[in-house]
């Protein structure tokens, strides 16, 4: 069973949009997740602008991978190192303690998450 960052059942994230590196709506992981999708966030303007700017466009509908573009106030499992990024450039959107995953912890201190998480 996985667990979150709190030690208890991992929770869905969001199942509209779909989210997860297996696309089940939780933050799981496994070797093939290279990315660390485990931080679940709920997506800011200002966060989307900012994973623009890196390189990760998650705003723009890429319908050939069933993708139909983030908006503000959507849930989505965010890579762990990228949403770390974001939180020292002061641009981290809020996070679902209870659906991040456990793993996130290798990247992403507890208190950076508590500090930052959806009140």
Not at 32 to 48: K, N, P
Not at 81 to 87: N, P, Q, T
Request: proline residues 6%; contains cysteine; charged residues 20%.
């Amino acid at each position: 069973m996985a667990r979150n960052v709190l030690g208890t059942t991992l929770q869905a994230c969001s199942l509209d949009p779909l989210t997860g590196f297996t696309r089940n709506g939780c933050c799981e992981t496994g070797p093939e997740d290279r990315g660390s999708h485990t931080v679940c966030a709920q997506v800011t303007e200002e966060f989307l602008a900012f994973s623009i700017v890196r390189g990760n466009d998650l705003s723009t509908p890429r319908p050939e991978f069933g993708f139909e573009g983030l908006k503000p106030g959507d849930r989505w499992c965010l890579c762990a190192a990228r949403w770390m990024e974001a939180a020292e450039a002061g641009m981290a959107p809020p996070v679902i303690l209870e659906s991040t995953h456990e793993n996130a912890l290798e990247i992403v201190s507890l208190a950076d998450l508590k500090y930052h998480a959806l009140r």
